[in-house]
Antibody
Framework: QVQLQESGPGLVKPSQTLSLTCTVS??????????WSWIRQPAGKGLEWIGR???????NYNPSLKSRVTISVDTSKNQFSLKLSSVTAADTAVYYC????????????WGQGTLVTVSS | QSVLTQPPSASGTPGQRVTISCSGS????????VYWYQQLPGTAPKLLIY???QRPSGVPDRFSGSKSGTSASLAISGLRSEDEADYYC????????????FGGGTKLTVL
């Protein structure tokens, strides 16, 4: 059973780049069986899909965030990463990583989530 | 402003049947499957319904999903106190190279 765990700084200054990593255990990130997604949730608000990457490196991004987002994969470490540039307070949220089976297209499992606060 | 529209709140008493709606457009619900997620306070969302009306193993049959045109619904029958949670619908949107969209979420209160 695949398990996911987010990691990265909990505090980022405005205008800087938010960087998070999701470590995959219990399975190979290069199996070709999954898309790997980032999803965020501001406190008290709904879910927002940020983007996903496939093992090949192919990506899809939320159009509203596309200009600031980069998702990459490191197969040697069984990890995928998120970079969000030029952050503002509006980017403060719990960030989740999640796997999406290619044949089923659901988000499961999810990581536990990590809170990132944008503040000076 | 979420792409999929859900009522912000819903409520019911134990044993009742409650439905939560999710409205979209031809580029998302109208042409793709709908998924439902349940989020208990302080936890990550959990898959509840996939491909419009399919339940993953372990999800009680009190939960059911349906879709018609550009709208979908989640029904919960025999409401229980532990069903009090936030519920989100999601669908793939074919516009702009494709991307996932979520509803704004519905807070279900069991009275």
């Amino acid at each position: 059973q695949v398990q996911l765990q987010e990691s990265g700084p909990g505090l980022v200054k405005p205008s800087q780049t938010l960087s998070l990593t999701c470590t995959v255990s219990g399975g190979s990130i290069s199996s070709g069986s999954y898309y790997w997604s980032w999803i965020r949730q501001p406190a008290g608000k709904g879910l927002e899909w940020i983007g996903r990457i496939y093992t090949s490196g192919s990506t899809n991004y939320n159009p509203s965030l596309k200009s600031r987002v980069t998702i990459s994969v490191d197969t040697s470490k069984n990890q995928f990463s998120l970079k969000l540039s030029s952050v503002t307070a509006a980017d403060t949220a719990v960030y989740y990583c999640a796997s999406e089976p290619v044949t089923l297209n659901w988000f499961d499992p999810w990581g536990q989530g990590t809170l990132v606060t944008v503040s000076s | 402003q979420s792409v999929l529209t859900q009522p912000p709140s819903a409520s019911g008493t134990p044993g009742q049947r409650v439905t939560i709606s999710c409205s979209g457009s031809s580029s998302n619900i109208g042409s793709n499957y709908v998924y439902w997620y349940q989020q208990l306070p302080g936890t990550a969302p959990k898959l509840l319904i996939y491909r419009n009306n399919q339940r993953p193993s372990g999800v009680p049959d009190r939960f059911s999903g349906s879709k018609s045109g550009t709208s979908a619904s989640l029904a919960i029958s025999g409401l229980r106190s532990e069903d009090e949670a936030d519920y989100y619908c999601a669908a793939w949107d074919d516009s702009l190279s494709g991307h996932w969209v979520f509803g704004g979420g519905t807070k279900l209160t069991v009275l």
